[in-house]
């Protein structure tokens, strides 16, 4: 105020200018093959005043699909609103985030555990495994597999299966890890057969043997580290005949072989026995011979005696019946024995029949001189 002034009041302007304000996008980071869904609030501010507020923005991605590939996306922001904030007041600029997609976990596992036999060779094909892992349409088309197992020549035993270098489509959105698979090789089969032996009844029991067949790799018996243990279930001294399956083989080991055993027969012959007839002489006595003065047996074995032969000693042939010194030497046949052990072999003996001792006398006869006397014939005496 003044008493000294007449006071006029002219306006002036103010000018606000719009306050710079700064939202940007947070960078988000998610798994290739899930689905990353915006909120809205994911975004942080500079340049509020009076403690104003924004509580929602327009946020989007080319990285938020399933499908989106591993990289780094552009997470694009506009259309901020809410809270207290007035944006007129504001010169707003967007900042742009980064979405980040990092790889998938991909498990790639040797699959379908192998199994073959000693000597045969496995060949891989590229897709003996199983993935864990793959998402969307993406595939696994092939792997490099390998195995020391593989080769025929592969002892019998557990190997590990060696898997790397997948292909397929979309691989490249992945961490692979690669776990071993197991081939397991088992041991061939080999038939060991206990030989078939022949022996004489009471001779040398034979060294027994066996035969191997299914030997792979050509491979032979001088490889297996443990031979079959061979056994005879009869006795060296049994009686002639065969036995079936009496031989057998047993206990054989070896690394790359299984065994399954055949029994073999053993047979036993029979021995040769030889019966020879003794030779017998009698001087004639006008009787007829009967039977034999024995015999001679070679080729008894195993402790045998005669009496241990079946049936009894007989004799044939001319000796029996047999009276005059004509015709001598005669036969002397013996027969009768059996056995299962031998072959009897018969010997003929002979029979001589010598002539008598016979002294034939005259008579002493007496007569008178001058007569005649005439003899009958008969005027003799025998002795003998």
């Given at each position: 105020?003044?008493?000294?002034?007449?006071?006029?009041?002219?306006?002036?302007?103010?000018?606000?200018?719009?306050?710079?304000?700064?939202?940007?996008a947070?960078n988000?980071?998610?798994?290739?093959?899930?689905?990353?869904?915006?909120?809205?609030?994911?975004?942080?501010?500079s340049?509020?005043?009076?403690?104003?507020?924004?509580?929602?923005?327009?946020?989007?991605?080319?990285?938020?699909?399933?499908?989106?590939?591993?990289?780094?996306?552009?997470?694009?922001?506009?259309?901020?609103?809410?809270?207290?904030?007035?944006?007129?007041?504001?010169?707003?600029?967007?900042?742009?985030?980064?979405?980040?997609?990092?790889?998938?976990?991909?498990?790639?596992?040797?699959?379908?555990?192998?199994?073959?036999?000693?000597?045969?060779?496995?060949?891989?094909?590229?897709?003996?495994?199983?993935p864990?892992?793959?998402?969307?349409?993406?595939?696994?088309?092939?792997?490099?597999?390998?195995?020391?197992?593989?080769?025929?020549?592969?002892n019998a035993?557990?190997?590990?299966?060696?898997?790397?270098?997948?292909?397929?489509?979309?691989?490249?959105?992945?961490?692979?890890?690669?776990?071993?698979?197991?081939?397991?090789?088992?041991?061939?089969?080999?038939?060991?057969?206990?030989?078939n032996?022949?022996?004489?009844?009471?001779?040398t029991?034979?060294?027994?043997?066996?035969?191997?067949?299914?030997?792979?790799?050509?491979?032979?018996?001088?490889?297996?580290?443990?031979?079959?243990?061979?056994?005879?279930g009869?006795?060296?001294?049994?009686?002639?005949?065969?036995?079936?399956?009496?031989?057998?083989?047993?206990?054989?080991?070896?690394?790359?072989?299984?065994?399954?055993y055949?029994?073999?027969?053993?047979?036993?012959?029979?021995a040769?026995l030889d019966?020879?007839?003794?030779?017998d002489?009698?001087?004639?006595?006008?009787?007829?011979?009967?039977?034999g003065?024995?015999?001679?047996?070679?080729?008894?074995?195993?402790?045998?005696?005669?009496?241990?032969?079946?049936?009894?000693?007989?004799?044939?042939g001319?000796?029996?019946?047999?009276t005059?010194?004509?015709?001598?030497?005669?036969?002397?046949?013996?027969?009768?024995?059996?056995?299962?052990?031998?072959?009897?072999?018969?010997?003929?003996?002979?029979?001589?029949?010598?002539?008598?001792?016979?002294?034939?006398?005259?008579?002493?006869?007496?007569?008178?001189?001058?007569?005649?006397?005439?003899?009958?014939?008969t005027?003799?005496?025998?002795?003998?």
């Open positions: 105020t003044s008493g000294n002034y007449n006071i006029a009041y002219n306006n002036g302007q103010l000018t606000i200018t719009p306050a710079a304000l700064a939202i940007t947070n988000q980071a998610k798994v290739y093959g899930t689905l990353f869904s915006f909120a809205g609030t994911e975004f942080t501010t340049g509020l005043q009076n403690s104003e507020t924004l509580t929602s923005a327009t946020l989007s991605s080319l990285g938020s699909p399933v499908t989106a590939t591993v990289g780094g996306y552009d997470i694009d922001i506009s259309g901020a609103t809410g809270g207290t904030a007035d944006l007129s007041n504001y010169a707003v600029t967007y900042n742009k985030g980064t979405l980040s997609v990092s790889a998938a976990a991909l498990l790639l596992v040797a699959a379908n555990d192998q199994v073959k036999t000693y000597g045969d060779t496995f060949n891989f094909i590229g897709t003996e495994f199983i864990t892992g793959l998402l969307n349409t993406d595939t696994v088309t092939g792997a490099t597999i390998t195995s020391a197992a593989a080769v025929n020549t592969a035993g557990s190997y590990s299966i060696d898997i790397s270098n997948a292909v397929g489509t979309g691989l490249g959105n992945y961490i692979i890890s690669y776990q071993p698979g197991t081939f397991t090789v088992n041991k061939a089969l080999l038939t060991a057969t206990a030989d032996k022949t022996m004489t009844y009471g001779g029991f034979p060294a027994l043997t066996a035969s191997y067949t299914g030997f792979v790799n050509s491979e032979n018996s001088g490889v297996i580290d443990t031979l079959a243990v061979l056994a005879s009869t006795a060296a001294n049994a009686d002639a005949g065969t036995y079936t399956d009496t031989l057998t083989a047993s206990g054989a080991v070896d690394n790359n072989y299984s065994f399954n055949v029994a073999g027969d053993l047979t036993i012959d029979k040769d019966i020879t007839a003794l030779n002489s009698k001087i004639y006595d006008g009787l007829g011979y009967v039977g003065s024995g015999v001679n047996i070679v080729g008894l074995v195993n402790s045998d005696l005669v009496t241990d032969l079946g049936g009894a000693l007989s004799y044939s001319s000796s029996q019946g047999a005059n010194v004509g015709g001598s030497p005669y036969v002397i046949t013996p027969g009768g024995y059996t056995s299962g052990n031998y072959n009897i072999a018969y010997n003929n003996g002979q029979l001589t029949i010598t002539p008598a001792a016979l002294a034939i006398t005259a008579n002493n006869q007496a007569k008178v001189y001058g007569t005649l006397f005439s003899f009958a014939g005027e003799f005496t025998t002795s003998g």
